[in-house]
């Protein structure tokens, strides 16, 4: 009933708009979709332009636009970098759709491009700390293991960051891996990797757009304080079937994409499986003689296009890892999204959006079940739904308004456990915690002159703590030590309202135009969170618990200000970017020595709370267009955190803290038929903790922090050298088709980059700590992949 009334409410607001807006107009609005030629799906960011006006616009997410503007003869040009420049004339005495297709370029050597936004869109548009990366460009940079990877490409990025080789998640400006909302066509995604983070959960042949927004954060977006990283998958060629995968060293996958309804509607079904276990199998000893470690996920979507305006479609994803050997452990996600897309009128655009999303993972001891007497099943999940009604009312080429809201629930089930031990079974599960959120936006996007640029928006949230559950009280300790419940705890109904938290986040930018190809450009966001990982490892695991804001855990709060110069030189070919950032970040949880975070029914009493601060600078250099193109970054920052109770109550480096973070990627066109390409990272060590001095006992040496400082050295420095080969195949496949191989090579020259630094007593005397480098990939790894279509 909750959803049912709040989308009502908004479908409401947005009828009244249309028809104030019916009332009121005096200018005719000439608006259409602009599509991709060759499999008809729209395009994101097109730049449409009134060449007797000097005005325009670009496309929605969904390649829609809108002009409202005198009555006259106009020329509408569509340009989008990667494809042809367009012309459309038009006759404007009333509202008119014009829906254009545009065709790629012819490829040649000299025009190679790694973006596919408008020229100039980087100076000119209001988005800063925004990353876009073609899907083109990641298939032909250099992976592990020859295999495309959407979250490794991104840790590329000035402001990107991870604590180390295999680490799932990634960070961004001073934020751990669950302050970024990871978005799946709108759905959230709550574990992105695959292998313990060799690998992400998204597959590239199902992915037709990434964007990663670290500052500057629009209003229509909430949830996360660090990120937004957008990923949006294909809808389908329109235009004719289409068949395209790989067969790789670890895994293969398999994309088919089938118009329907003579074009008006299509869909896309892509799935991969790995395969390690059974090339492995042979190899394997009786006791891993059933061993199973492998990861399969499953992308769908299907779109319909009813009439000019409305538009639906619905996507899904599920994905699961699978380990072990002679018990079973398992992990993975599930999603499924909803969407309608309607025209109420040729100056406003809705998207409404539902979605599931569900991350679990399980252990089983023995999964014979042969052994009754000893045994031990342990699960945990988190589950959201959410509707989300966005509307886009666009009042002038010059003025944009946006506005919508969302209802979010929670179910987070931290652990249902069964433990058997000679025969008698206990339950030692925890309760279900709930949990709802609701949030309501305007935003307003003005351009005050042909220089001067705004937006400004707010965005209310409130979230709701809700029963059925038991609260409890705990007992002020020493400050850093661990806190004791007062029992019992006070126990509330089903949906009843145990504490809740509202919070207004302001969000502004402005673009000051310095030249046709150079800007400033200002941000300021708040931003709030309710949901947090509990996590106290270096890297972040698949038992990691998700939980909800209670009245002793509240929301991360982060306010991030940021100021940038922007530039373009030889006609776009290049494009060079100074940003520098401050984030004060409050709330952020931290964990006692030893604590206990999983199966603990007082969880609470093991988490501290303080402050978060990071800033920093971050220089870019990309080029766009000739046979060598890429990017150079540098990122100069700082993260750190102050928690009562530890390091002396002084600010220290957060775990993911790395002051250097210089990476450059090239891409080399040598001939029609090879692409050579090229990835090298250097970044400052992690920080980690030893001990400070030792005490001598009974003949043992026990190393000691006698101040109890956090992170207070520092591992040694990464750095890394990737290389990869593209050749394009003369055979077509089956006919018609096709193909190409990638000759990779990961860690080029055998780097041992440690993962870790940890110490321990030497064997042979006791009396002798040691140091020692724990390297996740310490040697170079080559593979093979071919890639086909058709």
């Known amino acids: 009933m909750k959803y049912i009334l709040y989308t009502t409410l908004c479908l409401l607001l947005g009828t009244w708009l249309t028809g104030a807006t019916a009332r009121a107009q005096t200018k005719p609005t000439v608006s259409g979709y602009v599509r991709d030629a060759s499999n008809g799906e729209g395009l994101i960011g097109v730049s449409v332009y009134v060449r007797e006006l000097g005005t325009g616009t670009t496309t929605n997410p969904y390649g829609f636009y809108s002009l409202t503007i005198p009555s006259g003869t106009y020329t509408l040009v569509f340009t989008y970098i990667g494809f042809e420049k367009t012309t459309q004339g038009v006759d404007l005495t009333a509202d008119k759709r014009v829906d254009v297709e545009l065709a790629e370029e012819s490829s040649q050597l000299q025009e190679v491009t790694v ?10 548009s209001l988005e ?12 032909q940079m250099p992976a592990l293991l020859g295999e495309v990877d959407l979250i490794r490409s991104i840790q590329l990025l000035p402001g990107v960051t991870t604590v180390g080789e295999g680490a799932s998640g990634f960070n961004v400006r001073g934020g751990d891996i669950s302050q970024n909302l990871v978005l799946l066509d709108e759905a959230p995604v709550y574990n992105s990797s695959h292998l313990f983070g060799f690998f992400s959960v998204f597959n590239p042949d199902a992915v037709k757009d990434v964007k990663l927004i670290k500052g500057g954060i629009p209003a229509q977006y909430g949830g996360r304080i660090s990120s937004i990283l957008d990923v949006r998958m294909k809808e389908g060629n329109t235009k004719k079937r289409e068949i395209n995968g790989g067969i790789g060293t670890i895994f293969s996958r398999l994309t088919y994409e ?6 008006r509607g299509s869909f896309i079904v892509a799935g991969r499986r790995s395969y390690i276990d059974v090339l492995a199998k042979p190899f394997l000893n009786s006791d891993l003689k059933g061993a199973r470690f492998n990861f399969y996920d499953l992308t769908a979507k299907v779109n319909y296009r009813l009439d000019d305006k409305n538009t639906f479609y619905a996507s899904g994803y599920f994905g699961r890892d699978v380990f072990g050997a002679g018990f079973g452990f398992g992990w993975g996600n599930g999603t499924a999204t909803a969407r309608w897309n309607h025209v109420f009128s040729n100056k406003l655009f809705l998207n409404l959006t539902g979605y599931y999303s569900n991350y679990d993972y399980a252990i089983q001891s023995d999964v014979s079940g042969e052994n009754t007497q000893d045994s031990f099943d342990w699960s945990s999940k988190i589950i959201s739904k959410s509707i989300k009604p966005d509307f886009t009312y666009y009042i002038t080429p ?40 609701s949030a309501l936006y305007v935003s307003n996007e003005l351009k005050i002159t042909e220089w001067l640029s705004v937006q400004y928006g707010i965005r209310y949230s409130l979230y709701r703590n809700l029963g059925p559950g038991v609260v409890y009280d705990f007992v002020e300790v020493q400050p850093g030590e661990r806190k004791y419940p007062v029992l019992p705890g006070q126990t509330y109904d089903q949906g009843e309202v145990i504490n809740q938290y509202g919070n207004w986040e302001p969000r502004a930018a402005i673009n000051v135009g310095l030249s046709a190809s150079t800007s400033l450009k200002a941000s300021y966001n708040r931003t709030a969170q309710y949901l947090h990982l509990l996590s106290n490892t270096a890297a972040s695991s698949p038992l990691d618990v998700w939980t909800l804001s209670t009245s002793i855990i509240r929301p991360e709060l982060a306010d991030q200000v940021a100021l940038g110069w922007f530039r373009n030189f030889r006609d776009n070919a290049y494009e060079a970017s100074v940003e520098v950032y401050y984030k004060d970040m409050q709330n952020q949880i931290d964990y006692v020595r030893n604590s206990d975070l999983l199966l603990n029914q007082y969880v609470e009493g093991d988490l501290l709370f303080g402050k978060g601060r990071a800033y920093g600078a971050e220089f870019y250099l990309k080029k766009n267009k000739g046979k060598l193109t890429g990017w150079v970054s540098y990122t100069l920052s700082r993260t750190e955190r102050l928690v009562e109770g530890i390091n002396r109550d002084e600010w220290f480096p957060a775990r993911f803290d790395k002051p250097h973070n210089v990476t450059a990627v090239g891409i080399y066109a040598l001939s029609p038929r090879w692409t050579l390409s090229s990835n090298f990272t250097v970044t400052s060590g992690t920080p980690a903790t030893f001990p400070t001095n030792r005490f001598v006992w009974n003949g043992w040496s026990l190393p000691h922090n006698y101040y109890n400082a956090r992170n207070n050295n520092r591992i040694p420095a990464y750095h890394r050298l990737d290389l990869a080969a593209t050749l394009k195949s003369k055979r077509k496949l089956f006919g018609k088709g096709e193909g190409e191989w990638v000759f990779s090579a990961y860690n080029v020259y055998n780097r041992r980059n440690p993962f870790s630094v940890y110490t321990r007593l030497n064997e042979n005397d006791n009396l002798r700590t040691e140091a020692i480098r724990y390297a996740v990939i310490g040697t170079i790894v080559p593979a093979i992949t071919y890639n086909f279509k058709f």
């Open 115 to 124: 973006v596919a936004e408008r020229e100039d869109e980087n100076v000119k």
């Open 258 to 263: 089938q118009p329907f309804a003579q074009g």
């Open 398 to 437: 010059n003025n944009q308004l946006s506005f919508g809201g969302q209802y979010i629930h929670y179910d987070s089930r931290p652990g249902k456990a069964l433990a058997a031990s000679g025969g008698e079974r206990v339950d030692i599960s925890l309760s279900p915690r709930y949990g709802d959120e």
């Open 128 to 139: 800063m700390s925004v990353n876009k990366i073609e899907m083109k460009t990641i298939r």
